[in-house]
């Protein structure tokens, strides 16, 4: 079965710290991979979604990168974060076989920034 | 771009009463509807799915409808227990992306 790690769970860095959040998946080959971001335990915002290896694609310009270094590696990066980073980040894979388009989330990483 | 509204931002029922979230969106080529729970502390997790070509799909206490000509679909929870408590978001795909609603803080009381 398919299964989906995302690390590590809490996190606080102080302002202007590097970022870099982990995202894998198992039991699936060539999945679409997703980054997004929730505020305030709401809304979830699409930051970045890849296709394959070395494809990003970003929908907000920000203070944050991603990238694909392994078919089933995603990683969320900043080199300097910022105040505004703070927030409660999720990666998601959706499968490409057959016609199921539901996004699997992982249990999320809590992001402090102080 | 697809836009999605979902309604109300937050809801309290007593515990055995019916519970109904509304989700409208913009794009009539939109496909696929699905719903997430959202547990506190939890990433999403997929709880129900329609897509377009059926008007009503039922999984036990919960249903989804779409109503493709009006552009909108609904979740329904029947008699809600306290562990339906959550955040629960609809979403639209359209041109390949899930395009996700605002949320609703369900409550339910004992």
């Known amino acids: 079965s398919q299964t989906i790690h995302q690390w590590p769970a809490t996190l606080v860095q102080p302002v202007g710290s590097p970022l870099s959040l982990e995202c894998t998946v198992e039991?699936?080959?060539?999945?679409?991979l997703y980054w997004y971001r929730q505020a305030a335990g709401r809304g979830l915002q699409l930051l970045f979604y890849s296709v394959g290896i070395g494809q990003i694609s970003s929908e907000v310009p920000q203070n944050l990168s991603a990238s694909r270094p392994q078919d089933r590696q995603f990683i969320l990066s900043s080199k300097k974060l910022l105040l505004s980073d703070s927030g409660f980040y999720l990666c998601?894979?959706?499968?490409?076989?057959?016609?199921?388009?539901?996004?699997?989330f992982g249990s999320g990483t809590r992001l402090t920034v102080v | 771009g697809e836009n999605v509204e979902q309604h109300p931002s937050t809801l309290s029922v007593q515990e055995g009463d019916s519970a109904v979230i509304k989700c409208t969106y913009s794009d009539s080529a939109s496909n696929y509807f699905p719903w997430y729970k959202q547990e506190l502390g939890k990433g999403p997790q997929l709880i129900i799915d329609?897509?377009?070509?059926?008007g009503e799909k039922k999984d036990q206490r919960i249903a989804v409808t779409l109503n493709k000509t009006a552009k909108h679909f609904s979740l329904h929870i029947t008699e809600t227990q306290p562990e339906d408590s959550a955040v629960y978001f609809c979403?639209?795909?359209?041109?390949?992306?899930?395009?996700f609603g605002s949320g609703t803080q369900l409550t339910v009381l004992p």
């Open positions: 979403a639209v795909r359209s041109a390949r992306q899930l395009t």
């Open positions: 998601a894979w959706r499968g490409r076989q057959g016609v199921n388009y539901g996004y699997t």
């Open positions: 329609i897509r377009s070509n059926v």
């Open positions: 039991g699936t080959s060539n999945p679409n």
